[in-house]
Structures are given as structure tokens and as C-alpha cells.
């Protein structure tokens, strides 16, 4: 069997499980890496080994700019608190503790367990993304899990290099120069995923070619990965930075058509890539089980006692940091809920995958690195154990914990803010009325859509707030009136989200409704 027809094959497996899991209402990556595993396990199956590079320079920017994309950046400003005490003090803590049960349960020494500890002390935002997807979390919860899974990868990412350093050179820690590293790596990327993201902006506002449009935000993510890298800052960072700064401008650079073009291009590539990658890491453990030495057979016990330090270690400092802000903001009773769900949420992913894949073959006197292949085993172990164990029981913890956002809530907002769109647009177009700047036959047409969409608004919130005006319309008057309408709809919808009346999800929701009004009038 061939590579590319393994390739082939996979890509049809994981797309064939990730639509069962829709279709089935399962959290899409713990069925994937079930059925990864299972077919690792099959006897006739060749061993799976995963390039570095495949993984970190081809899987990864694309799905962290997506995550990203989603990001919102008013509510990002509203957690930023909780979540620099996570992406800081929990992933050191989760690092040091994993460092010393590795050290004391496996063959590992210290500085190879440091290693383990560094790839396994950060959520991952594929993951968390990809499962946060089904939930109907409060807007503040879900920027909570979203941030935090993104940014801690910059902490995670200099723990990382400074014990590979350690491990390969023998040399010791010195705190000063990992501060150092950590403001080269993170701070360039972070200026280096802005420059990316400012250039995008003018081109793309310059352009109204779809295909040149779609190209551009394809390559946008693996040009903000591979220029940091190349400068020797964070890839990963660059690309989180570029993705949050686009995905808060992006509605602004072109039009409707073309916006809606390349949301279903990057679905489908996303779609494509995580359902793939998700189902390696349940395909290629196997493989790494059979490569481990006779001193490293224990495991099967070894992975769940790490995963087990990196959930317990997540409970023991989210419910205390949580009671804290609660305490701070006069809450006499402690609730116990959004923090289970903080907690439940911290499964590893894609991103510990990618880090483990590029760990040294060799030391720096050129002898094999000690206990790789069991690295990679526990890391992958670990990955699989939390995205399956935390992964099937994350919905009813979101259920028991009765924070999700119930659907009559999220159709009254959406119902609400429809209302003052077409609001918006009547005004607008009492003005082109008064002017008397078009047909009379076209301002009645609008004038009964928008009447029709305000009461609709009002009696169903169950809807998507668009009537379907059969009626006959005046083709180029009611056009270019019904675009000047959608114009001032999105701004309102913009002045809404700005003022926080409204979440980014129901922003986005009603912004592609307007995409896909203003496209289907064509001309």
C-alpha cells in the first residue's frame, strides 16, 4: 500500500466519521480518534508514521486561524484578566507537575519528563474550538475556554524550547534567558501576525477578485506561520494574532458574494484538516506502542496517571481562582458551575501533537535522545485519553451545570436584533421616500419586505427574520434600493455588537443572512 493511498484512504475514513458525528449529535474528534484507534489496532494495518512538518507547517496554521477568526475581540477584552492568570500560572504549574510524575513513574529523567511536561501543560484550540462548537456556552464562557486555549500556547511554546534545549545540550535552566525567549518568541510574533494581518487588509481592500480573494486567505495563515519561524519567533502566536485582528475587520474588506465565497472554501478545508488529524492521533498510536523499548512497557498505567495530574491540577486551580473573582465581585454565595465547565473543557489536541512530532532524534553529542518514542506515546496517550474521556462528557457537564444558553434565549436575541435592522432600513428608506429618488412601485415593494420582517420578527423568533417576497420587483430600482438598505443594516448590526447588545455569534449569523440577501440579488 502506498503512501498516497493511504493518504486517500484516510481522508475518506475521516470525513466519513466526522459526518456520522454530526449526523449522530457526537463531539466529532473523540469519534474520530476512537475510530482512528481502531483501525491502528487491525493487524494488516501498516505502521503510521507522522513528519514533523506535515502536522506543524501544514495541519496547524490553517486550523488555528480559524479558531482565531472566531475569536471575538470585545469579548477577548473582557476576560483578559481570568485568562492571563490561566495562559501564565496554569501552564507552568501543569508543566512542573507532569515533569515530576513523569519523573518519578517513567524511565524518563527529569529534563526528558520537563519536555513531556512542556507539551502537555496547554489546551489546544483545535480541539477546544471544534468541541465548543455543539455547546450553547455564554458568550463570556466560551471566550474564556476559546482564549485561554489559544494564547497559552505561547507560554507552552518557550517551556517547550527551553527543555528541548535542556535535554539535547545537558545544560541547565537559566530563568533570565527563558524571559528573554519568551518576549522574542511571543512578542514577535505578535508584532509580525499584526504586520501580516495590516498588509492582508490593504490588499484585500484593493481586490474584488473572488479567486484572488480566496487565495489570499488561504495562504494568509501559512505566511504568518512561516515568516515567524523563518525570523525565529512564534509561528503559532503570528498566526493567532493575524486570525483575531482579520476575523474582527473581515465583514469590512469586501462584498457579500465574495465573503460567502470564501467562508465555504474554509469550511471545507477546515472540515478537511481536522477530522484528518484527529483521526491520527488515534491511527499512529499503535504504531508508537510497538516502537517502545522493553523499560517503557508500562504505558497503559503511565498515560492515564499524567492525564489524571493534568485535569486534576486544572480543577485544583480554576474553582480557586474562580471563587476568588466571585468573592471580589460580592458574590456571598460561590457558584460552582461556569468553573466545572472551564475546567471539563481543557482536553489537549493538535497542538501538543505538533510539538511532540518535532522533538530531536538526536542529543547534541549526536547519541539518540533517550525515551523519544515514549514521549511521543504519553503525549499521544494523553491526547486521545482527554479528547475521548473529556470529549463524550463535556455536553452533560454543560447540561448538569445549567449554564448553556437555552434556544428560546439565543432566538430572542436574534429575533431582537433583527427587529432594529429592518428598523434601520425603513428609516432609510422613509428618507429615499421623502426624496422622491426612485419608483414608486419599488418603494412599496421594500416598504411591505421590511413591514413583513419587522412583524415577523416580532410573532416568530424561531425564524431567520428573512420573508420570501414573491411579489414581482422591479429589477434595477429594487436592487440598488434593497443594497443601499442592506448597507445601513449592517451597519446597525455593527453599532448593536459595538454596544453589547448582541454576541458575536448572532453578529456572524446575521451578518451572513445579509450575505446571502445581497448575493442572491445578483446584477
Known amino acids: 500500500m502506498t503512501g498516497l493511498t493511504i493518504v486517500l484512504l484516510l481522508v475518506v475514513l475521516a470525513t466519513a466519521v466526522a459526518t456520522g458525528a454530526r449526523h449522530w449529535r457526537l463531539p466529532a474528534p473523540s469519534l474520530l480518534v476512537v475510530a ?76 526528558t519528563a520537563f519536555v513531556l511536561g512542556a507539551i502537555l501543560a496547554s489546551t489546544d484550540p483545535v480541539a477546544v474550538t471544534a468541541l465548543g462548537r455543539r455547546l450553547s456556552l455564554p458568550p463570556r464562557v466560551q471566550a474564556m475556554v476559546q482564549a485561554e486555549s489559544l494564547f497559552n500556547d505561547a507560554t507552552s511554546l518557550v517551556l ?74 512564534s509561528g503559532v502566536t503570528a498566526v493567532i494574532v493575524a486570525g483575531v485582528i482579520l476575523g474582527s475587520t473581515g465583514h469590512k474588506l469586501t462584498n457579500a458574494p465574495i465573503r460567502l465565497q470564501i467562508h465555504a472554501v474554509y469550511d471545507t478545508v477546515v472540515f478537511l484538516l481536522e477530522s484528518v488529524v484527529f483521526a491520527v492521533i488515534g491511527l499512529q ?57 472551564l475546567s471539563w473543557a481543557g482536553t489537549r489536541g493538535v497542538m501538543p501533537l505538533a510539538a511532540a512530532l518535532s522533538i530531536p532524534l538526536t542529543t547534541h553529542s549526536g547519541a ?67 426624496a422622491d429618488a426612485a419608483p414608486q412601485i419599488a418603494l412599496k415593494q421594500l416598504h411591505r419586505h421590511l413591514e413583513a420582517r419587522i412583524q415577523q420578527a416580532n410573532d416568530d423568533s424561531s425564524t431567520d427574520g428573512d420573508t420570501d417576497d414573491t411579489a414581482t420587483r422591479p429589477a434595477d430600482a429594487y436592487r440598488e434600493i434593497r443594497r443601499a438598505l442592506i448597507a445601513v443594516e449592517t451597519a446597525e448590526l455593527q453599532r448593536l455588537y459595538e454596544a453589547n447588545k448582541i454576541s458575536n455569534t448572532t453578529r456572524r449569523r446575521l451578518q451572513r443572512a445579509l450575505d446571502l440577501e445581497e448575493a442572491s440579488l445578483g446584477g
Not at 494488516?44 to 482565531?68: G, K
Not at 490588499?203 to 512561516?226: C, F, G, K, M
Open 36 to 111: 482512528g484507534l481502531g483501525i491502528g489496532l487491525l493487524p494488516w494495518v501498516p505502521n503510521i508514521h507522522v513528519a514533523p512538518e506535515v502536522i506543524s507547517v501544514l495541519v496547524l496554521p490553517p486550523l488555528l486561524y480559524a479558531s482565531a477568526e472566531e475569536m471575538s475581540s470585545r469579548e477577548l477584552r473582557a476576560v483578559w484578566r481570568p485568562v492571563t492568570v490561566l495562559v501564565f500560572g496554569l501552564v507552568l504549574a501543569s508543566a512542573a507537575a507532569v515533569g515530576m510524575i513523569a519523573s518519578a513513574l517513567t524511565p524518563l529523567s527529569p529534563a
Open 368 to 434: 539518540p535522545l533517550p525515551h523519544r518514542a515514549l514521549i511521543l506515546t504519553l503525549t499521544t496517550g494523553t491526547i486521545a485519553l482527554t479528547l475521548v474521556v473529556q470529549g463524550f462528557t463535556l455536553a452533560p457537564v454543560v447540561r448538569r451545570s445549567g449554564i448553556a444558553l437555552e434556544p428560546q434565549h439565543t432566538a430572542r436575541e436574534e429575533a431582537q436584533a433583527r427587529h432594529h435592522l429592518a428598523q434601520a432600513a425603513l428609516a432609510e428608506l422613509e428618507q429615499i421616500e421623502t
Open 285 to 341: 498510536l499503535p504504531t508508537q506502542v510497538r516502537e517502545l523499548a522493553a523499560d517503557e512497557r508500562g504505558w497503559p498505567l503511565w498515560v492515564p496517571a499524567v492525564a489524571f495530574t493534568v485535569l486534576a491540577l486544572r480543577l485544583l486551580w480554576v474553582f480557586p481562582l474562580s471563587a476568588l473573582m466571585q468573592y471580589r465581585r460580592g458574590n456571598n454565595r460561590i457558584s460552582w458551575r461556569v468553573p466545572a465547565v
Open 160 to 233: 517547550y524550547k527551553v527543555a528541548v534545549a535542556t535535554a539535547v545540550t545537558a545544560s541547565a535552566v537559566s530563568i533570565p534567558s527563558a524571559a528573554g525567549q519568551f518576549v522574542v518568541l511571543g512578542g514577535g510574533g505578535a508584532l509580525l501576525g499584526g504586520a501580516v494581518a495590516a498588509v492582508v487588509v490593504l490588499v484585500r481592500r484593493r481586490t474584488e477578485d473572488p479567486v484572488l480573494e480566496t487565495v489570499i486567505a488561504l495562504v494568509t495563515p501559512y505566511a504568518s506561520y512561516v515568516l515567524a519561524e523563518d525570523l525565529h519567533t
